[in-house]
């Protein structure tokens, strides 16, 4: 019953509000969220952009920050933070 519970939005997201757990979407419309889940595209730099690292890449590449909550694709151990008896999976 998980298609009962999320929401997939094909859409361009052009803000966050973070206090308020709302996105803005191109057109204007705003919509709310309990949990956000970002894809990018098969190439997503933003968290390398930024400069950070999910906590499964070790050593964490010079001059990245690890930062909590954020997953990559690129983390090596990204099903183990997947796995069913993770917090993350039954929050999802």
């Known amino acids: 019953?998980?298609?009962n519970r999320i929401k997939v939005i094909?859409?361009?997201?052009?803000?966050?509000?973070?206090q308020d757990k709302k996105v803005m979407l191109q057109d204007g419309?705003?919509?709310p969220y309990d949990t956000l889940i970002l894809t990018m595209g098969l190439q997503d730099q933003t968290l390398n952009n930024l400069g950070y690292s999910t906590k499964g890449i070790?050593?964490?590449?010079?001059?990245?920050?690890?930062?909590e909550g954020v997953l990559s694709i690129d983390d090596p151990f990204l099903y183990?933070?997947?796995?069913?008896?993770?917090?993350l999976i039954k929050q999802l």
């Open 29 to 31: 419309t705003m919509v």
């Open 80 to 87: 183990n933070h997947l796995a069913t008896h993770c917090n």
């Open 10 to 18: 094909n859409a361009r997201m052009i803000d966050i509000e973070r």
């Open 58 to 67: 070790v050593p964490v590449p010079e001059g990245k920050e690890v930062i």
């Open 1 to 3: 019953m998980l298609e």
